[in-house]
């Protein structure tokens, strides 16, 4: 019999769908960690390769947006979509007066 042995995960995952924003594409997410997230796309990104992405959040104020940089991970194609793995390499909460600014 031959024993298999599973790494743990780094963190724990929430199964979400966030609204993303991805060179003005809109985008969804599938699940967000504190080290990663998983985005479903409508076309693949490049495993290494490093991305920017807005995701929106809802708060009691109103939707916060944050704004990240990631490292595509992994790449998989599911019901004509892509399912980008993303390591979370820098994030920051974008303020008001920035998004007001765009408007």
């Known amino acids: 019999m031959t024993k298999k ?5 780094e963190s724990d995952r929430v199964k979400t769908k966030l ?5 003005g594409v809109k ?30 959040l809802a708060s009691p104020k109103g939707d916060l947006t944050v ?4 490292q595509v991970v992994r790449v998989d194609e599911f019901e004509k979509k892509y399912g980008v793995a993303t390591k979370i390499l820098s994030m920051y909460m974008v303020s008001l007066l920035e998004e007001e600014g765009k408007a």
């Open 67 to 70: 704004s990240c940089k990631g």
């Open 27 to 56: 985008a969804i997410t599938r699940d967000v960690s504190s080290s990663g997230i998983l985005l479903e796309l409508n076309s693949p990104q490049e495993p290494g390769s490093t991305i920017e992405f807005l995701v929106q």
């Open 5 to 9: 042995t599973f790494l743990a995960r």
């Open 19 to 23: 609204p993303v924003m991805i060179n």
